[in-house]
């Protein structure tokens, strides 16, 4: 058998790579309060073991042969100072060795590398991310691993101090099947090879995972958790922290949940559900994939954590669900296609969607926080799940012009409209900043009109879709003529005279001309009252600052849109040069204006004048006193 040839015995000594070593030496240094936790790294590895071997079982029962009780053991012995934590899972070939345990090959760990590079403390992160495997390093100075992959002849010893290098060699004493995971603990964290410390860090921070737990003391075992599956027993059984315990376990989660959903679903199809939405933010919320975890059992044995239970704008939701209706034999592939999946798919994702909606009835506040920690991804949602958008939009809340530190529903916004108001405002910009400074919101302001402040990157996507919200549609305030001068404004008093109509025209007309295709249309604005000029995207072309990302994202390879130009008619620069336009027609100095009207509008925007050299020479022209005539 290859196996047994004299290469494949032979110990072999690999380094590790270089950001496992770099972990490997904080880890080791870390003063960290909460080391405890390595255990719980172990033991849910230990579980992940069992459940892939029950899986694999599925297909190939003799992999469970003469040891069909899967099980982790945990066995102290304090006189020789070490601790072990064995499974009978589907352990680790020679390269699963050394592939598993001494590279980065999990997520969490990666974003807790990423988070140590961008200057974060690694004591801080530790709790945050979780290490896995590496965790073992906390307390121990040397660690070894033996370990047979079901269904193999040779078992393999695994061994590394944590510094620099790991070896691996063929060995006699690996479990006929399964991991043994034997920690030499350092000097002071001997505390966990004593049992009744071992059995309180257990039952706090492993008591649900779904496989037995034992612990063993001279020969004699203990069971401490039954690994009876939580989510099949009643929810008055159960305790928060009970809950907690088992959602730290299922979503690798260090937060507290911040809803529990549990149930049970009958009739055509029956399956149970136990979900969690989480506090704080998984590390992985923004990764590319956007992908969630939430697991699929059938019948209690764990199929996979990719078959996209929930859409991707949910992808914050951890847990699990359990089907006892498709087939246990069920491939990867057959779950794409399986019309029974989607059925449970649409039933969860309704019943997430409708426990968010009663928490933002029941608990406003409690709500709010949960909005502003995944409000974002669930914006996704407006755009990419039309048949639940008006649910989406109900649970979305605002910073608007009126909301000060505050959030607002659109059902409050709408509540609150002006007289012969018709649409829902809003602006959209690259910070809350840029966008509550915006000139095209004077006259919004004026007329007392709330306008949303729109400012992640999602709320450009989304917003110029122009959903509508209780039949009111939403209008973007730098798009479109503003439809607002039928709605009195507030501040009447305060308003300067207007130019009168006509001088406003010839300006126009002159500034149009003077600058011919850059702009759109040039024409008397309604919504400013304190700037003079104003820039605003045409009806139906992309609004300005969308536009203005796609084409930073394109390398500006695409062409943009003119657009129009407003006019204040109350602002004492337009009357000045509407009055200078009526009486003397074009000039060298109004084309200088006009210029500078345009450039005046596009800083007003956050953009550069469009050519600065000229913006410079007519500012400096203008300046100057004029030439004594003749
Ligand atoms: N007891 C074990 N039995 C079998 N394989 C194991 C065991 N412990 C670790 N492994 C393997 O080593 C890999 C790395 O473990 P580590 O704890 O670092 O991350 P992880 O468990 O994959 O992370 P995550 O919790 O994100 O799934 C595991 O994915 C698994 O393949």
Known sequence: MAETDSAAQAATSHAFEAEVDRLLDLVVHAVYSDRELFLRELVSNAADAC????????????????????????????????LEISDNGIGMSREDLQQNL???????????????????????????????????????????????????????????TGSGAFEIASADDAPSRGTRVILHLKENAREFAEEHRLEHVIRSHSGHVPIPIRLGKDGAFREITDGSALWLKPKSEI??????????????????????????????????????????????????ERKGRVRLYVRRVFITDE??????????????????????????????????????????????????????????????????TFGNVLKEGLYEDFERRGDLLELARFRTTKSGEDWRSLKEIVADFRENQSAIYYVTADSHAQAAASPQLEGFRARDIEVILLSDPVDHFWARMAPEFDGKPF??????????????????????????????????????????????????????AESPVCLVAKEGALDRRLER??????????????????????????????????????????????????????????????????????????????????
Do not use: C
């Not at 069909?68 to 006189?79: H, V």
């Open 307 to 372: 078959a996209d239970l929930l859409p991707s704008y949910l992808r914050f939701v951890r847990g699990l669900v359990d089907s006892d209706d498709l087939p246990l034999n069920i491939s990867r592939e057959m779950l794409q296609e399986s019309p029974m999946l989607s059925q449970i798919k649409k039933g969860i994702t309704n019943r997430v969607v409708s426990e968010l909606k009663k928490r933002a009835e029941k608990e406003p506040e409690g709500y709010l926080k949960i909005w502003q």
């Open 475 to 528: 209008r973007s305030i730098t798009q479109g003529a503003a439809d607002i001068s039928n709605i009195p404004r507030a501040a009447a008093a305060e308003d300067g005279d207007e130019a009168p109509t006509s001088d406003v025209a010839t300006l126009a007309a002159l500034v149009k001309q003077t600058l011919g295709d850059v702009v759109g249309e040039v024409r008397p604005s309604d919504r400013l």
């Open 51 to 82: 459940e892939k071997l029950r899986f694999e079982a599925r297909r190939n029962d003799a992999l469970l042969k003469d040891d069909p009780d899967l099980r982790i053991t945990i066995l102290p012995d304090a006189g020789n100072g070490t």
């Open 549 to 630: 990302m796609i084409r930073r994202q394109e390398n500006n390879q695409i062409p943009g849109t003119a657009p129009d130009l407003e006019l204040n008619p109350r602002h004492r620069l337009i009357r000045h040069l509407s009055a200078e336009a009526a009486k003397g027609g074009a000039s060298e100095r109004l084309a200088d204006a006009a210029w500078l009207l345009w450039d005046e509008a596009a800083i007003l925007e956050g953009e550069a004048p469009s050519d600065p050299a000229a913006f410079a020479a007519r500012l400096t022209r203008l300046l100057l006193p004029s030439e004594p005539q003749g």
């Open 102 to 160: 001494g590279t980065i090959a999990r997520s969490g760990t990666r974003a807790f590398v990423e988070a140590l590079h961008a200057g974060e403390e690694a004591k801080n992160l530790i709790g945050r991310f979780g290490i896995g495997f590496y965790s073992a390093f906390m307390v121990a100075d040397r660690v070894e691993v033996l370990s047979r992959r079901a269904g193999e002849e040779q078992g393999h010893r695994w061994s590394s």
């Open 239 to 288: 305790s928060a922290d009970d809950y907690a315990d088992f959602y730290r376990h299922v979503g690798g989660q260090f937060d507290e949940p911040s809803i529990t959903i549990h149930y049970s679903a009958e009739g055509r199809q029956a399956y149970h559900v136990l979900l969690f939405v989480p506090s704080e933010r998984p590390f992985d919320l923004f990764d590319p």
